[in-house]
């Protein structure tokens, strides 16, 4: 864990000395220089008092370089396509995924299937029939909608011309078994 190179990251960008953190801390240079070059493993309570500090949350310090923030740029987005539809692959944390589908005038995922998680929808453009066992809704731009991913559910653009809808999933299943 490299928790000493994230707090001397934090305290350069903030344009914080050593002799600073000192000051407002009551930790030695020397002890501060040990933690920043991963030297010594500073207690919770020690790393609670440089948080403070830093103004930063004690549990981000603490956090894997792979737990933290991670930006897809846009032009690195990843592209599928599934039963006619295309796939823009924004982003994903854990079980949590986010995409935009557009789908072409009459297009549908398919047949209503169903799968572990939550899904939320919020439509972009264009109108969609969105059917979750007995219950049907027409959304259009600006309309959203979530349901238990457990009940089988269907997705079709009713509209004459593509519909794009952002769809975030919540699920321990690999993405590809549910497009």
């Known amino acids: ?15 914080i000395t050593i002799a600073q ?13 040990n933690i920043e070059n991963n030297k010594t493993s500073p207690s919770i309570s020690t790393l609670n008092t440089i ?8 549990p981000y310090l603490l956090l894997e370089k ?5 930006v897809v740029r846009k032009d690195a987005r990843t592209k599928s396509s599934f039963n006619n539809l295309k796939v823009e692959h924004l982003t994903s944390k854990g079980g ?14 398919g047949e209503p299937h169903s799968h572990e998680g939550e899904e939320c929808h919020l439509v ?5 029939l969105a059917e979750q066992g007995e219950d049907s809704e027409i ?15 269907f ?8 519909a794009k809808v952002l769809i975030s999933i919540y699920t321990d299943i690999e993405l590809d078994d549910i497009l």
Do not use: Y
Request: proline content about 6%; charged content about 20%.
């Open 155 to 162: 997705v079709k653009n009713i509209g004459d011309e593509p």
């Open 96 to 109: 949590l995924r986010m995409m935009i589908v557009e789908f072409p005038p009459g297009a549908s995922i």
């Open 124 to 128: 972009l453009q264009g109108r969609i």
């Open 21 to 33: 953190m000192c000051d407002n801390t009551g930790l030695s240079k020397g002890f501060i220089s």
């Open 1 to 15: 864990m490299d928790i000493g190179i994230k707090i001397k990251a934090i305290r350069n960008r903030k344009g």
């Open 51 to 58: 948080a403070n500090f830093l103004n930063v949350p004690l």
């Open 139 to 153: 959304a259009q731009k600006g309309d959203s909608f979530s349901w238990n991913a457990s009940v089988p559910h």
């Open 66 to 70: 792979d737990q933290q923030m991670r």
